[in-house]
């Protein structure tokens, strides 16, 4: 009788919660409310769009209404999609698209609204427009305020996310082209170089003049470094600082498997909340931040264990550490007074989504909220909107209908959602009375910290691997899946996936160079371009690969023929002969 009233509250709990699982991705959330948004009490949400013309990243709202949406996907000309409701339902019933005259690499990200110009940015230009009062699509002349001009052969975090201080100045970072500063990227057991000459001009944040056209790296300065990869950033002009979300390192597992499990690699390092200031150094690549054990800890490849400090405490710390690779890529301190008092200067933090937990979940795909006061969080981190998943546990990145990305603010005090997947648009505001509103009115949020998506994952229970065979075996497991996904659909974005993919199904020389050579972008796979650095496995023995491969050209929808380790020791043999 005990186990079936448990069973019965668990059963109700999650049907509390909106938990749905299911295999089959039907494209439809599985919440109907709110636009398959889950909110605290009071809030409501509208769809502004459905499904943007190369989907979405950033947003920014300006003084009038209109929405300005930074393209993820983009041909010349029309990097921009530019949003107005003309008859006040809330939904966009004019949509345009312009801007972006240099021809977009991949993607870009960064759309915001400074001193009434509209900036926005690929991987490698920030641009900008002077907007003009009442005019949906600029009529000025397109500037380029930022040219990135540095060769990226390797760089994998070449985003150009933007923000501005009260003072005229333009903040920029400039990711690093690696995981841990190793000479052979991504390699097992390569040590990292110390120092790092990858901080001489990446891993930081630059400052610029914003409204100076034709700028270079050069003309910038410094502002901070130590930073891997800083997606979500932005200007408190509560406290007069810049904030910034990095996002840790990758591959602790497959890296180092003798020290971390695939619990541990799959919670750490954490992702860092960190107030920036001029001169701030954050660690990177030498320390990474474990918020289970609170301190920050010398990486691996520079002799950590995940326990030896070394000198990592002379580092900024962070104001939070996120858990791992929850993908925090927006960033917006709330200064409107439509909400609640609890959330004035607080920060809206948008968790895309993580794409290398195996075998666990994957984790976040969330809008989270930290209350500050005075300069400091005032709280645990709070759930804000939930929902855009549509599924629990989310096994494989594809399986997520929606991932948040962008949030802006309106002029009416409304907050602004935008996700990558589809280019749908969310506008949330607060209908109920702010002086009710309390604890109580998040109580439903806060149970959502219970679903696999977002708590801690359990050891043994949340492992996918526990009652069955690493899909593709153990090679697979280890090296493969954490980014092209237990599926072979890859995460839509980085990873390219393997199904049907030209490169798995075609010359199976050129394939088998992959692994032993490695492969840097841009590349097209299913008529998508992706940029990014696949590193060299040829640490691997010629039967792991002959292994691995012949399974990814047999499984995932793929029927092509094996791969003999015969061949791979040719194809290897050949590879030596001309170094």
């Known amino acids: 009788m005990k ?23 039907d494209d439809k959330p599985f919440n109907s409310k709110n636009g398959g948004l889950y909110l605290p009490d009071g809030f409501e949400a509208v769809v502004v769009a459905d499904s943007l013309p190369g989907r979405a990243r950033h947003i ?15 041909d010349k000309g029309e990097s921009v999609i530019a ?17 972006g005259a240099a021809k977009e690499r991949s993607y870009g990200t960064a759309m915001r609204i400074y001193k009434g110009y509209m900036y926005f940015s690929s991987e490698l230009i920030v641009y900008r427009y002077k907007l003009t009062p009442g005019e949906l699509v600029p009529t000025s002349q397109e500037e380029v305020i930022l040219t990135d001009d540095h060769p990226h052969g390797m760089h994998e975090h070449i985003a150009k996310p933007l923000t501005f201080d009260d003072k005229g100045f333009m903040y920029v970072p400039f990711g690093a082209n690696s995981n841990a500063c190793q ?4 390699t097992p057991w390569d040590k990292g170089l110390t120092p790092c000459p990858i901080l001489e001009d990446h891993g930081g944040i630059w400052k610029f003049d914003a409204s100076k056209p034709g700028q270079h790296q050069k003309d910038g300065v410094k502002f901070a470094t130590g930073l891997r990869s800083v ?9 007069n600082n810049l904030y910034a979300l990095q996002h840790g390192r990758d591959d602790l597992l497959r890296l180092w498997p003798q ?8 919670m750490l390092p954490s992702e860092e909340f960190l107030r920036i200031k001029e001169g701030t150094h954050a660690g990177w690549p030498y320390c990474y931040w474990d918020q289970m054990q609170s301190k920050k800890v010398l990486n691996p490849e520079y002799g950590g264990d995940g326990k030896l400090v070394g000198d990592c405490e002379r580092y900024e710390k962070p104001l939070i550490g996120f858990p791992g690779h929850w993908a925090p890529n927006d960033l917006h ?30 984790s976040s795909y969330f809008i989270g909220f930290v209350p500050f006061k005075n300069g400091q969080p005032a709280g645990p981190y709070e759930i804000f909107a939930d929902g855009f998943a549509g599924i629990d546990p989310i096994v494989n990145v594809s399986d997520a209908i929606y991932r948040p990305m962008g949030i802006a603010m309106g002029p009416d005090g409304s907050i602004y959602i935008g996700e990558t997947e589809k280019g749908k648009i969310w506008k949330v505001t607060y209908k109920g009375n702010k002086k009710k509103f309390g604890k109580s009115s998040l109580a439903s949020q806060e149970k959502r910290k219970s679903l696999t998506h977002i708590r801690t994952p359990d050891f043994v229970n949340d492992n996918l691997d526990k009652d069955e065979p690493i899909a593709g075996g153990k090679v697979y497991g280890v090296y493969c899946s954490a980014c092209h996904q237990r599926n072979g ?8 996936p393997l199904g049907g993919a030209e490169w798995v199904m075609g010359d199976k020389t050129k394939l088998i160079n992959v692994l032993l050579k490695g492969l840097e972008g841009p590349i097209d796979v299913k008529g998508q371009s992706y940029n990014n650095v696949m590193p060299q496995h040829s640490f691997l023995k010629d039967e792991e690969i002959s292994e691995v491969l012949t399974h990814i050209r047999s499984n995932f929808g793929n029927s092509a023929g094996p791969i003999s380790t015969e061949e791979v020791s040719k194809a290897r043999a050949a590879i030596d002969s001309l170094k």
């Open 259 to 266: 020290l971390f499990n695939g619990w541990e690699s799959a």
């Open 231 to 239: 997606v979500g950033l932005d200007w408190n002009f509560t406290d």
């Open 60 to 74: 920014a709202v300006n003084d009038n209404g209109d929405i300005y949406v930074k393209a993820r996907f983009a």
């Open 333 to 362: 301190f709330y200064q409107g007074n439509q909400f609640p008092e609890h959330y004035k200067n607080g920060s809206f933090i948008a968790f895309h989504g993580s794409t290398n937990r195996a075998p666990y979940p994957q």
């Open 3 to 25: 186990t079936y009233l448990t069973l019965l509250a668990q059963f109700l709990l999650l049907f509390a919660l909106g938990f749905t699982q299911h295999s089959d991705h």
């Open 489 to 496: 659909m890859g995460d839509s974005q980085r990873f390219p």
């Open 183 to 186: 000479e052979d990227n991504r």
């Open 83 to 99: 949003l107005r409701d003309t008859n006040g339902d809330g939904r966009a019933d004019i949509i345009k698209r312009f801007g």
